[in-house]
């Protein structure tokens, strides 16, 4: 069963922190690149980040690095965003997603979960 479930968003100051976590099954994790992808309000759906599935591998759009990291718990089917110094720009809704490819394009990804929206207040 292809399955990926985000948790972690919610509320939170400029400046703060959240973790968001997404629990995959076996079969959606297993082999595939993660990634994690946002969408705000009347914009396109924008890639955030990507890691390898060994982990070796990851990637960020400009305006993240530095402050987000994506990581991985393979034993436990989980990829991980830990995203700190938060902007309201930064308001969304989350989505991870996976595929073979390591890609920046949401095309490259058939696997996704729900979302989990995160929102910055000044």
Known sequence: QVQLVESGGGLVQAGGSLRLSCAAS???FIGNAMAWFRQAPGKER???A???WSGS???YRDS???RFTISRDNAKNTVYLQMNS???EDTAVYYCAA???QRVSPAAYP???QGTQVTVSS
Do not use: D
Request: aromatic fraction near 16%; hydrophobic fraction near 30%; glycine fraction near 12%.
């Open 26 to 28: 076996e079969r959606t």
């Open 64 to 66: 993240v690095k530095g």
């Open 50 to 52: 990507r890691i390898s």
């Open 111 to 113: 696997y996704w979960g």
């Open 46 to 48: 924008e890639f955030v």
């Open 99 to 101: 595929g073979p490819l």
């Open 86 to 88: 938060l902007k309201p």
């Open 57 to 59: 591998s990851t990637y």
